[in-house]
């Protein structure tokens, strides 16, 4: 009894998006990145849940919220391996994953200090270049960087 | 925005480079064509740097145009905090072509993106010097009669020597075969050996600059090893007269070969070589002025024909 009551508090979406399987450590980069914070609809969020393919993971639920695959897939570069389970009227109508766009702009801060993007209020424009290990070139400075490398813009 | 700006080689390809090579020949043949008559040039550099002003203004003089500009970054209005965009877009209300040189890398590129005229990269950082690259290529092709299949030895700074990775970049259109010497600290950054066995360029690697190395080159390529680069002075001494080229290793070296040098030189080639006729590098600096007057002309949408024409009228 107890136990579905839990579920039914997390589980009841009639209709949006629940994002799955996000790693523990990059779920409010994932909220930061889709800007949920600016969203008026209700959000349920979980972190530290307990996940056999993660450890840990994070859940996010979104009411009456669908993205279109730019909007999310920029989600990519932290949470590669997340989950979309769109829902209507209480069932999951598709499941999709992410897919690392070949273009980031205005996502990731260039690591190279003397790379005109650092010092110029402007836009940054990556190239994806390998989306397996994540190695992205800036499209201005022309230097490849990898995920220890690049920060995300705040 | 879409124009005909020179940011980088690598977005030419072999037609091209081979094109613009034609273009600077007709320039070398005669340097003085009235063709930017009524343009007006913008050097603006950002970062000093005089040869490669000097050898573009008098570029765009050749070619009768007039010049506006600045070469002192304190003077400008970025010293008061402008930023890249304002500037450029001011000054493309005013210019035909805005030649630039700046300190920061991809600076030419936002530039090009957002300037309504063609923008020339002089240089950006450790980056891009296309112009460079350019007259490199025409030096290499004037002396050896062709780009394919050469013996290519680069010397000195690999690591940081922005010329030598742009040189390489370009050459893979011509079947090269590179060898690198350079000390350890500064060697060829393993980014550009990936790209050469990507492309299918053979290379070799060498701490040791001595006649046997050099005995089969074409083009010798020696660049300034920089005292700065290093952490450690004595090892900078050291290094400093292991690659220094001397007249008397040139003895058994084909007779074909030629010694290019970006400039300004400062040891690394010593001063009895200037007299050996396969010491090349001041020609090379000449061949600037040919290769800079066709880019002007290419970005501005001058063609051959045009100044084959031009030449009959």
């Known amino acids: ?154 | 925005m879409d124009n005909r700006s020179l940011v980088s080689l690598a977005q030419h390809s072999k037609e091209k480079l081979l094109y613009l090579l034609d273009m600077a020949k007709r320039f070398e043949e005669n340097p003085n064509r009235r063709l930017l008559e009524n343009k007006v040039v913008a050097t603006l550099f950002f970062e000093p740097s005089t040869r490669t002003r000097l050898s573009f203004e008098t570029a765009a003089n050749r070619l009768s145009a007039r010049i506006i500009g600045f070469t002192d970054p304190k003077s400008s209005s970025s010293a008061k905090g402008e930023t890249l965009k304002d500037t450029i877009t001011m000054v493309a209300n005013y210019a035909d072509i805005i030649v630039m040189r700046h300190h920061l890398e991809g600076a030419a590129r936002y530039a090009a993106e957002i300037s309504p005229v063609p923008i020339v990269n002089a240089g950006d950082g450790a980056n891009q010097h296309p112009s460079q690259t350019m007259l490199d290529l025409y030096s290499i092709q004037k002396t050896q009669g062709t780009l394919e299949n050469l013996n290519i030895t680069l010397v000195g700074d690999l690591k940081y020597g922005r010329t030598v990775h742009s040189l390489l970049t370009a050459m893979r259109h011509f079947n090269p075969n590179f060898r690198f010497i350079s000390p350890e600290e500064l060697k060829m950054p393993n980014e550009y050996k990936v790209f050469c066995r990507q492309q299918g360029i053979p290379f070799e690697e060498s701490t040791v600059f001595n006649e046997r190395v050099i005995a089969d080159t074409d083009i010798l390529y020696i660049t300034r090893v920089q005292s700065e680069r290093f952490t450690d002075m004595l090892e900078y001494e050291r290094v400093k007269n292991a690659y220094t080229l001397h007249n008397s290793m040139l003895e058994g070296t084909r007779p074909n070969m030629r010694i290019l040098h970006p400039l300004p030189r400062v040891n690394e080639i010593s001063y009895d070589v200037d007299n050996n006729p396969k010491a090349y590098y001041f020609e090379q600096a000449k061949n600037g002025l040919y290769a800079r007057e066709a880019i002007l002309c290419d970005v501005l949408g001058i063609t051959i024909e045009d100044i084959d024409n031009y030449e009959r009228k």
Do not use: W
């Open chain 1, 1 to 154: 009894m107890k136990e579905n009551k839990q579920r039914l508090l997390v589980a009841a979406l009639e209709n949006g998006t629940v994002i799955d399987h996000i790693p523990s450590d990059q779920l409010f980069t994932v909220v930061h990145l889709l800007k949920l914070d600016k969203l008026e609809t209700k959000i349920t969020i979980g972190n530290n849940l307990v996940s056999s393919k993660l450890g840990k993971k994070g859940i996010i639920k979104l009411a009456n919220k669908f993205f279109d695959s730019d909007e999310i897939n920029k989600i990519s570069i932290v949470a590669p391996h997340i989950r979309l389970n769109i829902i209507r009227n209480y069932e999951v109508v598709e499941k999709r994953e992410v897919d690392m766009p070949n273009q980031l702009l205005g996502i990731v801060k260039c690591a190279n200090p003397k790379c005109i993007t650092n010092n110029e209020p402007m836009t940054t424009n990556f190239h994806v270049i390998d989306k397996e290990k994540c190695t992205i070139k800036c499209h201005y400075c022309e230097k490849e960087q990898t995920k220890e490398d690049f920060t995300i813009i705040e």
